[in-house]
Structures are given as C-alpha cells and as structure tokens.
C-alpha cells in the first residue's frame, strides 16, 4: 500500500530484512542501503499509510486479502514477473483456477470479435476451463459474460482496486461474477483508482494466471497484444490469435503475433484445446502442486480421481480409455458419442491434471 514500493522494490526489501514486519520498522538509512533512491519519501510514505481505515474499506466491500505463501494463492501466479506482494480479491479461487484460459482483445471491438469472444470463452467454460480477462469493456466482457451464461468460472482482474468498478458500467457484472462463485482482484488497495500506468501490471497477472492466451481482435500496440506477449516470452505460455479481416484495424494485432510466429492461428475450440496440449511448460505449471498424483489412465486412477473434479465427458473418456490400447480421438468420439472438440478438451483437462494418456495420438 506504499506509495514507491511497486512488486520489484517490494521483494527486494523482503528478502534483505527478512519479514514484512522487520521492513515496517526500518530506518530510512536502512532502507537507503537496498532502495536506489528515495529511501526518505518512502519512510514518509509508509508512516501515511492507513491500515485500519483500509481494513474498514474491505470488510465494506467484502473484499480478503491474499499473500504469497497463503494456502489459496493460485500456484501458477507464482510465475508472474514480478509475482505480486497480495491480492485484494472478492469471491475465493479455486481448485478449478488451476485450469484458466484468458480471452483478451480490442475495447472497441466489431460484432464479429463479440460473436468469437462469445462462442470460444463459452465452449471453453463448458469444458471446465476457467476464463481469465480484464474486466473492459468490449472483448473482455463478452467473455466474462459467456463463461457465466454457459455456468463456467471467470476470474477478472482490475488495474484498480476491487471497490471501484472501472469501467463503472460493468459493476453489476463484477457483482455477478463473484455471485456466481468467480473472483474479482486486484493487487491494489481496494478503493485504488485504475490509474493509466497500471494497466500493463494487471496484463501480467491476467497472463500468469492462465495456460494460455486467446487473442480476439487485439490491435496493435494493444494492452491485449501486452498480454499475449507476456505469456509467450515471460511465462512461456500458449498464445492463440483468432484472424480477421484482413483490413480490420481491430485484428491487425492478431495478424501481426501471427505472421511473427508467437501466436497460433485458431479458427475453432478444438485448435485451441490442440495448442494447450503442445507445451510441456504448460503442463508442468498445472501440476506444480500435483506432482504425486499423476497416474496412468491404463493402470489406476482413483488416486487421481480422488482429487480432481472429473467433469462427465472426463468420465467418459476416461472409461472408454481403459479399454483402448492406443489413444485416437476418432476412436473415442465413437466410443463415447461425443464431438471431437469435446473429446480433445476432455484429453486436455486430463493430462494437465496429471493423468496420461498413452499415444496421444
């Protein structure tokens, strides 16, 4: 909450003192010998801060505080760069969370981004993946708002506190994701304006929480380009763009991440779930904290089972794979009667959870 002390600062004087509290108590010579400059503003700012009133502000808001080490932290926040020093949050993460995929994109936005932001965050949330975005208006709120219609998970998170809707339109949306079971958070205080700077901060959380990143007409020089480039070259994550026009300002920055090759072309649902199966990265940062519970399918699966929320076309695909000696997806689309997307989100879900499938084929 201190004015100058940002993420990098921040840990920083943590590992040189030891604690949080052993900072708070520091002297401004002290400070000086891990702090660059401003050691003095910094002290002043600290002594300003008002933790009562702020404690007063979330119990108003409903709003806990989350840190690093905390039982519920998401693990794969633990990536972020700079990982940040607590979440404000309204509504609780989850299990499931481990499982997220942002859909970012363009605030001005055509019809055709809303119908793709509509129909990709939608198939995704029925497959159990949690949809990660911004809160704004455009790209990101057609996603948030489809995760929640097809009963799915979503997580928004704010360049500004959780108390102060921004835009201030999309309150009641906020309001419904946290209803519906999501989560609302920030790394800033809870009434903290959302600050022009703070943007490309938020994008980072939005990347490190996620497996991958779909991009739905982001346009160049974008907050959402920000973000998918983050998650190619700081987190090393899956990047998707879906394409436009070819002459939509909207989609240039789609075409771009493209034609440079950071970002996967996808045209439907089953592309994507092929993408998130292509990195081990991807699977590794899943199962950091499940790194006992991988089982193969044609063995034993309870231990598995016993921790993960199987979805039914899971089950499924479970059980008709026990009886398979090689995995084909036409072979289980057949056994189980279900599509082939269905089946290859199905496989995905499974494997990030840790329990493999032989020959994916």
């Not at 929640?148 to 998970?153: E, S």
């Not at 998650?231 to 240039?252: F, K, W």
């Not at 479970?318 to 398979?324: D, I, P, V």
């Amino acid at each position: 909450m201190t004015r100058g002390i940002g993420p990098i600062e921040g840990r920083n004087l943590l590992e040189a003192f030891g604690g949080a509290a052993q900072v708070l108590a520091a002297s401004v010579a002290e400070l000086a010998e891990v702090l660059r400059r401003g050691a003095d503003e910094v002290r002043r700012n600290m002594d300003a801060v008002n933790v009562a009133r702020e404690l007063e502000e979330m119990d108003r808001e409903s709003v806990c505080g989350m840190l690093p080490g905390d039982e519920d932290w998401p693990e794969l926040l633990k990536t972020a760069t700079p990982e940040p020093l607590a979440l404000w949050v309204r509504g609780a993460f989850q299990e499931a969370d481990r499982f997220s995929v942002a859909v970012v994109g363009s605030r001005i936005c055509t019809a055709y981004g809303m119908e793709q932001a509509d129909r990709f965050a939608g198939w995704l949330a029925e497959q159990g993946f949690t949809i990660v975005s911004g809160g704004a208006r455009g790209i990101d709120a057609a996603a948030h708002r489809s995760a929640l219609r097809h009963h799915g998970r979503t997580v928004v998170v704010l360049a500004g506190g959780v108390g102060r809707a921004y835009p201030p339109e999309h309150a009641p949306l906020f309001d419904s994701v946290v209803a519906a079971g999501g989560v609302v958070c920030s790394e800033f205080p809870t009434y903290h304006p959302s600050e022009g700077g703070l943007f490309p901060r938020r994008n980072r959380i939005i990347s490190a929480l996620s497996l991958g990143t779909l991009l739905i007409e982001a346009r160049l020089n974008s907050g959402a380009l920000i973000t998918g480039r983050l998650a190619a070259e700081s987190h090393g994550r899956e990047v998707m763009a879906v394409p436009g026009r070819i002459d939509s300002p909207s989609s240039e920055g789609c075409h771009r991440a493209i034609r440079e090759g950071w970002a996967a072309l996808v045209t439907n649902v089953a592309d994507v779930s092929q993408q998130l199966r292509s990195s081990s990265m991807l699977v590794a940062g899943a199962m950091a904290a499940r790194k006992n519970t991988g089982a193969d399918v044609l063995h034993e699966v309870k231990p598995v089972a016993g921790v993960l929320k199987l979805t039914p076309a899971m089950e499924h695909v479970l059980a008709a794979a026990r009886s398979m000696r090689s995995i084909d997806y036409d072979e289980l689309s057949q056994k189980t009667n279900l599509g082939i997307a269905e089946v290859m989100a199905a496989v995905t879900r499974l494997e990030l959870s840790g329990i493999r499938l032989r020959n994916n084929g």
